[in-house]
């Protein structure tokens, strides 16, 4: 079948509209395989646990630029959890928006709000409750560096904006992880409506040896291993440099690269206790039998009750 140059051009708008990664490649990014993934995904709610400069940006400028140009009238709503960050996110989707001629033009062009000529608006707020309430019925929610912001904002704003969405409304966490606490470890660890993404440096480090990065299991071995566990794993291929990382692992310390490169929910350096320990004192898998302390059965101790105390999100007790 023969098409015309303006049918040629025509199915590949149609493309781009229907792919988000083939739109990124559109506009001069060529996503690595973990972010193609992330952009063609159709789950409702995506998770992210990325390491630092792991590429993560992408995702935030290409999703609600993309939505805004092919669905008129959307709403797209990127919360940040600083003023600076918000900028910074801002700044990503304007630098995308301006290597796509076809883009449709601005009739609102802001620090922290752009309005297209189709309606369609992308705006940036930065994490506070007051400042997340203000919006109803976005198509998407972006929540960048989702670890640093309050369980408030996310509770009492972002959940609730979510009973108006529309059918093709997308919820996405980004972050990296910041200690066993908080609603990002508790969607990534409890939750099952996530689709979860862990994306870390291709190295292992060892306590013993906090200046020596070692090789990880085979990256293949590595996603079958988190497939298993219904998680997309991936590794950063920005972090291959052995002589970068090993620098910066000498300068952070096993705990904190573990964190920030590696995606791992790590306990705090200050903790007193560790969360595995308090959970397992609160929440035993096993309460203990009865203790027969006359061994006649004329005294018996009844084991313990279990405490009166549930967990809810962000890992606090009540």
């Not at 023969?2 to 708008?13: A, D, E, I, K, V």
């Not at 792919?19 to 559109?26: F, H, L, Q, T």
């Not at 009739?107 to 940036?124: D, G, P």
């Not at 203790?291 to 962000?314: N, R, T, W, Y």
Request: aromatic share 12%; proline share 7%.
């Amino acid at each position: 079948m023969h098409f015309t140059p303006g049918q040629q051009w025509s199915l590949r708008n149609l493309g781009r509209g229907i792919s988000r990664s083939a739109y990124a490649v559109s506009c001069g990014f060529f996503p690595y395989h973990w972010q193609k993934a992330v952009l063609d995904s159709h789950a409702k709610f995506k998770i992210i646990d990325g390491a630092r400069q792991s590429g993560k940006s992408t995702i935030v400028s290409v999703v609600p630029a993309h939505k805004a140009k092919f669905k008129s009238r959307s709403l797209s709503l990127v919360i940040a959890p600083t003023r600076a960050q918000a900028n910074e996110d801002m700044l990503k989707i304007k630098n995308l928006i301006s290597k796509d001629p076809t883009y449709p033009s601005l009739t609102k062009n802001s620090a922290f709000e752009i309005t297209l000529s189709n309606e369609s608006r992308i705006v940036v707020v930065t994490a506070t409750d007051k400042a997340a309430r203000g919006y109803s019925a976005p198509d998407i929610i972006l929540v960048d560096e989702a670890s640093r912001v309050p369980d408030v904002v996310y509770s009492s704003a972002i959940l609730p904006m979510q009973t108006a969405s529309p059918d093709d409304f997308e919820l996405i966490l980004i972050s990296t992880p910041f200690g066993k606490q908080g609603f990002f470890h508790d969607c990534w660890a409890n939750s099952e409506v996530y689709q979860k993404f862990e994306i870390r440096a291709p190295w292992s480090v060892d306590e013993r040896y906090p200046t020596r990065l070692f090789d990880p299991i085979p990256e293949e071995r590595f996603r079958k291993d988190r497939a298993a566990h219904g998680i997309f794993g991936a590794y950063s291929p920005q972090h291959r440099s052995y002589e970068q990382q090993a620098e910066i692992l000498r300068q952070q310390g096993t705990l904190i690269y573990a964190q920030e490169f590696l995606g791992e929910f790590v306990d705090r350096n200050d903790a007193v206790f560790r969360r595995a320990d308090l959970d397992r004192a609160f929440f035993p898998e096993e309460y203990p039998t009865a203790l027969d302390l006359a061994g006649d059965q004329s005294i018996i101790m009844p084991a313990p009750e279990a405490l009166p105390l549930k967990k809810v999100a962000g890992g606090k007790y009540f």
